[in-house]
């Protein structure tokens, strides 16, 4: 294990080479880890969902409850129309919780520490949203970039402020969620560097800040997954019920 | 001193591989492994997806649902049983102010009987007790009338006895009666 606090993101390949003609799908530490964190979700909701007792028992209680708050996320947001997107944004916020809480784990790799799969997932969402937005209200989804209630003079401003500020959501919401992780990660790492380097002597002062660091990331770690989730559902609100 | 050195040394040699192998800062901006993320993220965040959706999201709700319907329904017979024991508690109440009612007609009804039997009881005793009193008075009447002269005869005796004790003669009884009769007389004159 190299103390270069940037090393803990380094990608490298678990098994042989996988390639598709030019381009290379190997199975690697990231793929891992996404592959842990979903398993982890199946298996707890799937736990969670099985039983059917009137009153639950500690797992089934803890997926009720996940399952309510996001369903209570989506419909303060987004109101009753979001109701089909349950599904999509249940499994994106678990997701995204999931890898950064696996990402806490020493040794262990942050799947959302990587601005690729973080931009991959609101690439996708901004997509999906401006697709249900034109499908929705044809081209008076348009209507989205002309704020009511703007003196005429400043509209062409205006229009292009918020054309500018619409295109830029998916990059907004992925380099949110992958330079918190990373920033948070990168700190923990050079405090723990700190605590082996000034040895026994020195060492408990930056020790105790990792301690305190690895509260405050999981913090985070929870707090981005639903910043993103949330985002996604504004975003969302914005496509369905078209009143800026 | 030494010790930090020590200590300090492999993390800057360490620093100094890790930098020179990966030619350049953040791992995130080598697009070596980008395809293969995309490829595993979407493989990974699908099944996710299909599996939560179809299968296990679908069932949380029904939980939720029949828990809500189960809560509902018992709301609703807990209600029923309510509106039909207070129904049964005003029953009950109608029952024990009826009862109370008939105790009380019963009560008079008794009451008055047993007055009305009492009042016979009593004239009967009454009448009685009126006769024995006659029978009373006409006793003491007659023992009136007869009184003085048994007290008379029994002044005499003792009148005549007492003499014979005090003077030690022998006196007509006559004589003792003629005056007993007179004291008598002066008596009833008083």
Redesign the interface.
Known sequence: M???P??Q???Y?IGPEIKIGE??????N??LF??I??LA??IV??L???K?S?I?DKI?LL??LS??FVSKMISDTAGAKAKPY???I??LF??VLFCNMFGMIPYSFT?T?????TF??AAFIFIGVTIIGFLKHGLGYLKLFVPSGVPIILLPLIVVIEIISYLSRPISLSVRL?ANM?AGHTMMKVFG?FV????L??GWLPLGFSVALTGLEILVAFLQAYVFAILTCIYLNDALNLHH | MK??II??Y??FS??Y???SA?TG??????P???????????I??G???I???K???P??????E??KS?IMENIEIADNQKTKSEKNLKEYDKIILDAKDNAKKTFNLAKGKVQLDLGKEREKIESELNSEIEDAENEIKDLKKSSPEKISLIAVDTAAEIIQKLIGVEVNKSNVSAIVSEQVKLMKGK
């Open positions: 190299a103390a270069n940037m090393y993101f380094n990608v390949r381009v290379d799908i190997s199975f690697t990231a793929s996404m592959v964190s979903a979700i199946l909701f799937n969670g969902a099985k059917k009137l639950p089934q997926s009720e399952y309510s349950f599904a999509f249940f499994s678990m997701f799947v520490s990587h601005i690729i799969v991959v997932l992958f990373m560097g082996v380097s000034l040895g002597v020195g | 010790k930090i200590y300090l492999p993390l360490f620093n591989i890790a930098i990966e800062g953040m791992p995130q901006l080598n070596e492994f980008w395809f293969s993320q995309i490829f595993w993220l979407t990974t965040f099944i996710l997806f599996i939560l959706s299968f296990i999201l069932k949380i709700r029904n939980n939720l029949s828990r189960q």
